[in-house]
T-cell receptor
């Protein structure tokens, strides 16, 4: 099935470092969502973006909705060990029959070394 | 905690069998979406239910079917199970755009 192009696939960083990951798509989206998933759990919503150009923060997390509506990035500042997990971007296409159908990226596996 | 619950947590079936997975949505949410997540992949959209009607479907065969009940809880049914159906099945409830996921049901098909 169709997926977003998410990069990098994995990251190994030291505690305290900043992290950046992004998603690109060949088609436009009306909404971008960023989720974190721990092993054996469902994805947990971190940030939701609704407008092109929107920049939103949630604590140490900052995400932006690209101007072209085809990309988004997520930054994590001053990483801590509990940031470990898999991060997914998800896009929701414009309305009609595709409404509510989230398309997910392949995920970025984040490892934080103390 | 999202308030979305799923049962069972784990399930083992054999090829050709049928399975029913259940989801209780967050209080007040009238929409439930189902996703299949294979190991190492992002979730793939199966279908969505809004007020007891199917409201969008992904690229899954008809042997994947669902129901939504008046209390907005939902079931996912899979007939004639195949080995490739082994995955984590996630449901997500929503009222508007933001979808909140349950913990998933891990299905293994032998």
């Amino acid at each position: 099935g169709q997926q977003l192009n998410q990069s990098p696939q994995s990251m190994f960083i030291q505690e305290g470092e900043d992290v950046s990951m992004n998603c690109t798509s060949s088609s436009i989206f009306n909404t971008w969502l960023w989720y974190k998933q721990d092993p054996g759990e469902g994805p947990v919503l971190l940030i939701a973006l609704y407008k092109a150009g929107e920049l939103t923060s949630n604590g140490r997390l900052t995400a932006q909705f690209g101007i072209t509506r085809k990309d988004s990035f997520l930054n994590i500042s001053a990483s801590i060990p509990s940031d470990v997990g898999i991060y997914f971007c998800a896009g929701q296409p414009p309305g009609g029959t595709s409404y509510g159908k989230l398309t997910f990226g392949q995920g970025t596996i984040l490892t934080v070394h103390p | 905690e999202t308030g979305v619950t799923q049962s069972p947590t784990h399930l083992i079936k054999t090829r050709g069998q049928q399975v029913t997975l259940r989801c209780s949505s967050q209080s007040g949410h009238n929409t439930v979406s189902w996703y299949q997540q294979a190991l190492g992949q992002g979730p793939q959209f199966i279908f969505q239910y809004y007020r007891e009607e199917e409201n969008g479907r992904g690229n899954f065969p008809p042997r994947f079917s669902g129901l939504q009940f008046p209390n907005y809880s939902s079931e996912l049914n899979v007939n004639a199970l195949e080995l490739d159906d082994s995955a984590l099945y996630l449901c997500a409830s929503s009222l508007e755009t933001e979808q909140f996921f349950g913990p998933g049901t891990r299905l293994t098909v032998l």
